[in-house]
T-cell receptor, first 115, second 111 residues
Framework: GESVGLHLPTLSVQEGDNSIINCAYS??????FIWYKQESGKGPQFIID?????DKRQGQRVTVLLNKTVKHLSLQIAATQPGDSAVYFC??????????????FGSGTRLSIRP | NAGVTQTPKFRILKIGQSMTLQCAQD?????MYWYRQDPGMGLKLIYY???????DKGEVPNGYNVSRSTTEDFPLRLELAAPSQTSVYFC??????????FGPGTRLTVT
């Protein structure tokens, strides 16, 4: 079936550097994408989303880039801080707003910060 | 708003027992979901609902049942618990699929 996957299971970044977390998706019909952050022992937290009619969206210290040609999504975190340590999931939705809409998650990337 | 609440937080079941995981949201969200997360893995969709009275299977529905009699509540029923159902269960809700809010999770162990 369709699936969302991540290129790297772990990422280690120096504190203060920028982090880039990548995600590949396979369902070309997906029209909405979300990045989630999950800290140990907690549920996923929404970070940022992007619709398929956009290439880039910026939030506070985070940017999501969408390349529909190669079905690739990335999350950029500027000036990575210790509090950014978590597992990051990308998720895709097909049929946003329809009765068939559901979210499918990728397997996650663990981001660790070196002091 | 309390957001999405789940009970219990932890539960240990013996093989073959049954239980219901409770989920409630007070945001008037129409969509609700149940996910399971195995250690070191991503979330797998078990069941979802796009409104009261409507439920549908996700990726891993076997061994589970759900009901959605009200907009607020979306309980997940485990019949005949098996060790393979040991996992953390997350309930979530959203408006038309956008900005999904997750509950704190229920950690279930089946021995």
């Amino acid at each position: 079936g369709e699936s969302v996957g991540l290129h790297l299971p772990t990422l280690s970044v120096q504190e203060g550097d920028n982090s880039i977390i990548n995600c590949a998706y396979s369902n070309s019909a997906s029209d909405y994408f979300i990045w989630y952050k999950q800290e140990s022992g907690k549920g996923p937290q929404f970070i940022i989303d992007i619709r398929s009619n956009m290439d880039k969206r910026q939030g506070q210290r985070v940017t999501v880039l969408l390349n529909k040609t190669v079905k690739h999504l990335s999350l950029q975190i500027a000036a990575t801080q210790p509090g950014d340590s978590a597992v990051y999931f990308c998720a895709e939705i097909e049929g946003l707003g329809s009765s068939a809409s559901k979210i499918i998650f990728g397997s996650g990337t663990r981001l660790s910060i070196r002091p | 708003n309390a957001g999405v609440t789940q009970t219990p937080k932890f539960r240990i079941l013996k093989i073959g027992q049954s239980m219901t995981l409770q989920c409630a949201q007070d945001m008037n969200h129409n969509y609700m979901y149940w996910y399971r997360q195995d250690p070191g893995m991503g979330l797998k969709l078990i069941y979802y609902s796009v409104g009261a009275g409507i439920t549908d299977k996700g990726e891993v529905p076997n061994g589970y049942n759900v009901s959605r009699s009200t907009t607020e509540d979306f309980p997940l029923r485990l019949e005949l618990a098996a060790p393979s159902q040991t996992s953390v269960y997350f309930c979530a809700s959203s408006i038309w699929g956008q900005d999904v809010h997750f509950g704190p999770g229920t950690r279930l162990t089946v021995t």
